[in-house]
């Protein structure tokens, strides 16, 4: 089986590859103040648009 890309043809971020890597610095970040976290989150997430690869973006 071959592993997906987390770009695009074009070199644009996927969608899926962006929001895996939103959540995971969101875990990061909690989990940085709290060691045991019981919660659940429901993350919304809008895009406005497509993100290249290697570009710097402001947050």
């Known amino acids: 089986m071959a592993l997906s890309s987390p ?6 971020w996927e969608i899926g ?6 959540d995971d610095v969101g875990v990061a970040a909690i989990y940085s103040v709290a ?3 019981k919660a659940s989150l429901d993350f919304n997430i809008s895009f406005h648009s497509t993100a290249r690869t290697q ?3 402001p947050i």
Do not use: C, F, K, R
């Not at 590859?17 to 939103?22: K, V």
């Open 7 to 12: 770009v695009d043809p074009v070199g644009n």
């Open 17 to 22: 590859a962006m929001s895996t890597l939103i």
């Open 35 to 37: 060691d045991h976290v």
């Open 55 to 57: 570009a710097n973006l």
